[in-house]
Nanobody, 115 residues
Framework: QVQLVESGGGLVQAGGSLRLSCAAS????????MGWYRQAPGKQRELVAR???????NYADSVKGRFTISRDYVQNTVYLQMNSLKPEDTAVYYC?????????WGKGTLVTVSS
């Protein structure tokens, strides 16, 4: 079992920054990938950014150049640095961990960007 604890959401004005964190416990060293998804009201959950073991990353086109994902392999923590935030980034952000092909989800943290 993997437990995920997210933090860092909140209210920010357009153009501002936030940093999300997600700490994974109970996972040992068997994590294949960590990432962030988001779900805006009335929309489907979508991938924001993902980082796999070895450091390769991929991003949604809508966040490229503004968001950066990183991972602390010792602490099993994944971060999402979000800069130049836009109102359309408003959503609940969910941490996701792939451990040996099994997906685990955090409870979500709300990010609200005001115009």
């Amino acid at each position: 079992q993997v437990q995920l604890v997210e933090s860092g959401g909140g209210l920010v004005q357009a153009g501002g920054s936030l940093r999300l964190s997600c700490a994974a416990s109970g996972s040992g060293t068997s994590i294949n990938a960590m990432g962030w998804y988001r779900q805006a009201p009335g929309k489907q959950r979508e991938l924001v950014a993902r980082i796999i073991s070895g450091g390769s990353t991929n991003y949604a086109d809508s966040v490229k150049g503004r968001f950066t994902i990183s991972r602390d392999y010792v602490q099993n923590t994944v971060y999402l640095q979000m800069n130049s935030l836009k109102p359309e980034d408003t959503a609940v952000y969910y941490c996701n961990v792939d451990r040996r092909g099994i997906l685990y989800w955090g409870k979500g943290t709300l990010v609200t960007v005001s115009s």
